[in-house]
């Protein structure tokens, strides 16, 4: 059974910064990618950001480029958002999500587990 965690939300003014974190547990031994996704109010959830097994490849939806960073400590078995210059439309839950592959994507499909979510307020 594998588990996520999500944490490090909270409420923010413009141009604050956040860090979000994933703790993963259970079946940890295989190689996977990780994801991070959002869900606006009254919105459909949207990727955010994915990284792969090795941290080598990243990609970053255009909204976030230059002010999100996701990385991960496998050897931890955790995952980080790093949110710079937020903004109010980055009002949202954030979910990190993990793959049972290595590669990435950013299809919510392709993401077998899913943290519970945690709360991010970006106030202007």
């Known amino acids: 059974q594998v588990q996520l965690v999500d944490s490090g939300g909270g409420e923010v003014q413009a141009r604050d910064s956040l860090r979000l974190s994933c703790a993963v547990s259970g079946r940890t031994f295989n190689r996977y990618a990780m994801g991070w996704f959002r869900q606006p109010p009254e919105k459909e959830r949207e990727f955010v950001a994915a990284i792969s097994w090795t941290g080598d490849s990243t990609d970053y939806d255009d909204t976030v480029k230059g002010r999100f960073t996701i990385s991960r400590d496998n050897a931890k078995n955790m995952a980080y958002l790093q949110m710079n210059s937020l903004k109010p439309e980055d009002t949202a839950v954030y979910y990190c999500?993990?793959?049972?592959?290595?590669?990435?994507?950013?299809?919510?499909?392709?993401?077998?587990?899913w943290g519970q979510g945690t709360p991010v307020t970006v106030s202007s």
């Open positions: 999500a993990r793959r049972v592959v290595v590669g990435l994507s950013s299809d919510p499909r392709d993401y077998t587990y």
